[in-house]
């Protein structure tokens, strides 16, 4: 801070005039710690992101070695040990694999129509007032622990769906995927889909929601201007606008889906065997098997447990960031 | 002259007519799904709802085109779709609720909070031990986790808003690809980064790393809403005074959003105390207190919870369920606190 005394002013009139101030915008010292300190922790999520991939990957590249590509395809997950005492290994995640991916698709099915409902009545049918507390109560669902989920899937859904799977599969057994090989439904992808369905309704109602409230207002107003009903201006208007990013919460959803561990090991009755019927009590996902076998795993079966992270880490990363880049693009064009 | 008050007049609203219609169409539609339950084939309460949903629906498209033609069809279905939906989605939420307070709360009594489970099994009535260890555990991991990523997240978000480097957009998009890191990976990365390698072992430090890679989006993009909402004014006032920019961010902007900033650090909070499967990697799990966060196994809440679920015994089970309600209880606090904070006006 400079105090410039009246008297210097007037001192300096009848000298020469100075020389012109340099400005430039050279930061000063402390701007430079701040800028520099903030700039690497800003870097850090980049650095946990590479270090967990790179970690996993170091993991996964050796059980690549002595399992080879069946660690993708196989579908046996048997540690054996011969009475020399020379442990064999026949690893593979290829039953998972298809589990993860029925399961996710179960919970899709269900879970997204109900969170375009959800999000249609919150921005345009719901109240206010309502609107309010039941957009706290839809965050606050995704608050819940997912061992809440679990236990709840178990106790209180698994009773109810087995019977709704029983009704399935007696009026559409003749449709292939609603088919079992043996009539025994509880602990099925379908119920545990049906879990994740709930736990991914918060996610993707809330991206929905935030697309359909970018709608531009003036082309919902002309819409009404024109005459369409309400149901009208949403499918002439809004869902044009915001498909896309319902697809990307939808992928955010998948993401979230593939991940789940707790809720699905609870509910799912793990089974090293390919299973396409979503009714049948066999199934599986690579995260329930982590847990699955990580108490009683050591050695090699261990790292291929590491590795089986990996490929989740991957598969849910990619998922995440196309999902994002929709909803990033969408958002975008509303503005 | 006499003035003549002129009523506002809300045309949008509601007639009486219109209230007792939509009224009548759901009295009749429970009338005669209950009337299809009792008489026909259709059995139980799946039944009754289907029926209902189905009835509903079709009296009152009946009732939205006799007043407005054939236009009010679609619309008239897809708003009943939309609501149905939408009590779909809320049905389980409350259902989840009601269980966890019902089957909670028979097991809630005094000593679950002055004892462990040294000295008890799970398999013991309820009132044998209790689940102190367990709540100091969480204690400990939100207290570690809170003291690593609220400062990273928050950085995080002021190079995103403050500095918006060149890499600001790149680091944004980073930053949500990890939100969607799976809980059961961050375990495992922990286990192999930290656990195996270093002399830190399984201890309540290393769950509360795993945790902290959970926390830190969270934190991150909250901060980052809140920062972005604090007026451009205030931070070019204190520029034009001759502050630098540490002293406008340090003095004036988080400041001004501090409120913002504890909501999102109660937030990532709220995301974390529920955590189960990282913890199954990284604190071992233990039966007796451990007052010690970086040395020997520790329990945590949702451990408990766990390890009542999976021994499956109707005891260990009641311990779960009791478990889950003091977590649920616990999630709920950190929630409702967060919104009250967070609706507060911004720098009072």
Same mark, same amino acid.
């Given at each position: 801070?400079?105090?410039?005394?009246p008297?210097?002013?007037?001192?300096?009139?009848?000298?020469?005039?100075?020389?012109?101030?340099?400005?430039?915008?050279?930061p000063?010292?402390?701007?430079?710690?701040?800028r520099g300190?903030?700039?690497?922790?800003?870097?850090?999520?980049?650095?946990?992101?590479?270090?967990?991939?790179?970690?996993?990957?170091?993991?996964?590249?050796?059980t690549f070695?002595?399992?080879?590509w069946?660690?993708?395809t196989?579908?046996k997950w048997?540690?054996?040990?011969d009475?020399?005492?020379?442990?064999?290994?026949?690893?593979?995640?290829?039953?998972?694999?298809?589990?993860?991916?029925l399961?996710s698709i179960v919970?899709?099915?269900?879970?997204?129509?109900?969170?375009?409902?959800m999000?249609?009545?919150?921005?345009?049918?719901?109240?206010?007032r309502?609107?309010?507390?039941?957009?706290s109560?839809?965050d606050?669902m995704?608050?819940f622990?997912?061992?809440?989920?679990?236990?709840?899937?178990?106790?209180?859904?698994?009773?109810?769906?087995?019977?709704?799977?029983?009704?399935i599969?007696?009026?559409?057994?003749?449709?292939?995927?609603?088919?079992?090989?043996?009539?025994f439904?509880?602990?099925?992808p379908?119920i545990?889909?049906?879990?994740?369905?709930?736990?991914?309704i918060?996610?993707v109602?809330?991206?929905?929601?935030?697309?359909?409230?970018?709608t531009?207002?003036?082309?919902?107003?002309?819409?009404? &201007?024109l =005459?369409?009903?309400?149901?009208?201006?949403?499918? /002439?208007v809004?869902?044009? #606008?915001?498909?896309?990013? $319902? %697809?990307?919460?939808?992928?955010?959803?998948?993401?979230?889906?593939f991940?789940?561990?707790?809720?699905?090991?609870?509910?799912?009755?793990?089974?090293?065997a390919?299973?396409?019927?979503?009714l049948f009590?066999?199934?599986?996902?690579?995260?329930?098997l982590?847990?699955?076998?990580?108490?009683e &795993?050591? =050695?090699?079966?261990?790292?291929?447990l590491?590795? /089986?992270?990996?490929?989740? #880490?991957?598969?849910t990363? $990619? %998922?995440?960031?196309?999902?994002?880049f929709?909803?990033?693009?969408?958002?975008?064009s509303?503005? | 002259?006499?003035?003549?008050?002129?009523?506002?007049?809300?045309?949008?609203?509601?007639?009486?007519?219109e209230?007792?219609?939509?009224?009548?169409?759901v009295?009749?539609?429970a009338?005669?799904?209950y009337?299809?339950?009792l008489l026909?084939?259709?059995?139980?309460?799946?039944?009754?709802?289907?029926?209902?949903?189905?009835?509903?629906?079709?009296?009152?498209?009946?009732v939205?085109?006799?007043?407005?033609?054939?236009?009010?069809?679609?619309?008239?279905?897809?708003?009943?779709?939309?609501?149905?939906g939408?009590?779909?989605v809320?049905l389980?939420?409350f259902?989840?609720?009601y269980?966890?307070?019902a089957?909670?709360?028979?097991?809630?009594?005094?000593?679950?909070?002055?004892e462990?489970?040294?000295?008890a099994?799970?398999?013991?009535?309820?009132?044998?031990?209790?689940l102190?260890?367990?709540?100091?555990?969480?204690?400990?991991l939100?207290?570690?986790?809170?003291i690593?990523?609220?400062?990273?997240?928050?950085?995080?978000?002021l190079?995103?808003?403050e500095?918006?480097?060149?890499?600001?957009?790149?680091?944004?998009?980073?930053?949500?690809?990890?939100?969607?890191?799976?809980s059961?990976v961050?375990?495992?990365?922990?286990?192999?980064?930290v656990?195996?390698?270093?002399?830190?072992?399984?201890?309540?430090?290393?769950?509360?790393?795993?945790?902290?890679?959970?926390?830190?989006?969270?934190v991150?993009?909250?901060?980052q809403?809140?920062?972005?909402?604090?007026?451009?004014?205030?931070?070019?006032?204190?520029?034009?005074l001759?502050?630098?920019?540490?002293?406008?961010?340090a003095?004036?902007?988080?400041p001004?959003?501090?409120?913002?900033?504890?909501?999102?650090?109660?937030?990532?909070?709220?995301?974390?105390?529920?955590?189960?499967?990282?913890?199954?990697f990284?604190?071992?799990?233990a039966?007796k207190?451990?007052?010690?966060?970086?040395?020997?196994?520790?329990?945590?809440l949702?451990?408990?919870?766990w390890?009542g679920?999976?021994?499956?015994?109707p005891?260990?089970?009641?311990?779960a369920w009791?478990?889950?309600l003091?977590?649920?209880i616990?999630?709920?606090?950190?929630?409702?606190?967060?919104?009250?904070?967070?609706?507060?006006?911004m720098?009072?």
């Amino acid at each position: 801070m400079y105090k410039i005394h009246p008297m210097t002013l007037l001192e300096n009139k009848s000298a020469a005039t100075p020389a012109p101030r340099e400005i430039t915008t050279k930061p000063r010292v402390s701007d430079k710690i701040f800028r520099g300190v903030v700039t690497s922790f800003g870097m850090s999520a980049l650095v946990i992101l590479t270090l967990i991939g790179g970690f996993l990957a170091v993991r996964g590249i050796q059980t690549f070695h002595s399992q080879g590509w069946s660690f993708l395809t196989s579908y046996k997950w048997d540690v054996t040990v011969d009475d020399a005492g020379v442990t064999t290994n026949h690893l593979g995640v290829g039953a998972m694999l298809i589990g993860t991916v029925l399961v996710s698709i179960v919970a899709l099915v269900v879970g997204v129509p109900l969170s375009i409902a959800m999000a249609l009545f919150l921005t345009f049918y719901a109240p206010a007032r309502l609107k309010t507390i039941l957009v706290s109560i839809v965050d606050l669902m995704a608050a819940f622990p997912s061992v809440l989920f679990g236990l709840w899937g178990f106790f209180v859904l698994m009773p109810m769906a087995t019977y709704w799977a029983k009704l399935i599969f007696k009026y559409l057994s003749w449709i292939p995927i609603f088919n079992a090989p043996e009539p025994f439904f509880e602990r099925s992808p379908f119920i545990a889909g049906l879990v994740l369905a709930i736990m991914i309704i918060p996610i993707v109602t809330s991206v929905s929601r935030e697309v359909f409230a970018q709608t531009p207002l003036d082309r919902i107003q002309a819409a009404y &201007a024109l =005459g369409a009903t309400k149901w009208g201006m949403i499918k /002439a208007v809004v869902f044009p #606008f915001g498909s896309s990013g $319902v %697809v990307g919460g939808a992928m955010l959803g998948l993401g979230r889906a593939f991940g789940e561990t707790v809720a699905v090991y609870t509910v799912l009755n793990i089974v090293f065997a390919p299973n396409w019927h979503v009714l049948f009590g066999s199934g599986g996902n690579i995260a329930s098997l982590i847990i699955l076998k990580w108490g009683e &795993a050591t =050695g090699d079966e261990t790292t291929a447990l590491l590795a /089986a992270g990996f490929i989740l #880490f991957v598969m849910t990363l $990619v %998922v995440n960031m196309f999902a994002n880049f929709i909803v990033r693009q969408t958002l975008k064009s509303g503005k | 002259m006499t003035m003549t008050q002129v009523k506002p007049q809300r045309p949008w609203k509601a007639t009486p007519r219109e209230i007792t219609t939509s009224f009548g169409v759901v009295a009749s539609a429970a009338a005669i799904s209950y009337l299809l339950v009792l008489l026909t084939g259709l059995k139980g309460k799946i039944g009754f709802i289907l029926s209902f949903i189905i009835i509903a629906t079709i009296l009152q498209v009946a009732v939205g085109v006799r007043k407005f033609g054939r236009k009010a069809l679609g619309d008239n279905i897809a708003a009943s779709l939309i609501y149905v939906g939408a009590a779909l989605v809320f049905l389980p939420v409350f259902s989840i609720l009601y269980m966890a307070v019902a089957k909670g709360a028979a097991g809630l009594h005094p000593s679950l909070f002055t004892e462990t489970m040294f000295n008890a099994s799970f398999l013991d009535p309820i009132d044998k031990g209790g689940l102190l260890h367990a709540l100091v555990g969480t204690m400990y991991l939100i207290i570690i986790a809170m003291i690593i990523s609220v400062p990273m997240g928050i950085l995080t978000a002021l190079y995103l808003t403050e500095i918006k480097g060149p890499a600001a957009g790149f680091i944004q998009f980073i930053v949500q690809a990890m939100s969607g890191v799976p809980s059961v990976v961050a375990g495992l990365f922990i286990f192999t980064s930290v656990i195996l390698i270093t002399p830190l072992k399984t201890s309540a430090a290393t769950g509360a790393l795993a945790l902290a890679i959970l926390m830190i989006p969270t934190v991150t993009r909250t901060s980052q809403e809140v920062l972005l909402l604090v007026p451009h004014d205030l931070r070019e006032a204190g520029l034009a005074l001759g502050a630098t920019q540490w002293k406008t961010v340090a003095t004036i902007v988080v400041p001004a959003a501090r409120n913002g900033l504890i909501t999102a650090t109660i937030l990532g909070i709220a995301r974390i105390a529920g955590e189960t499967a990282p913890l199954i990697f990284t604190i071992g799990g233990a039966d007796k207190l451990n007052l010690n966060p970086f040395k020997d196994y520790q329990s945590a809440l949702p451990f408990y919870v766990w390890k009542g679920l999976t021994l499956g015994t109707p005891e260990s089970l009641q311990r779960a369920w009791t478990g889950i309600l003091i977590l649920l209880i616990l999630v709920l606090t950190l929630f409702v606190a967060a919104r009250t904070l967070g609706g507060k006006k911004m720098g009072k």
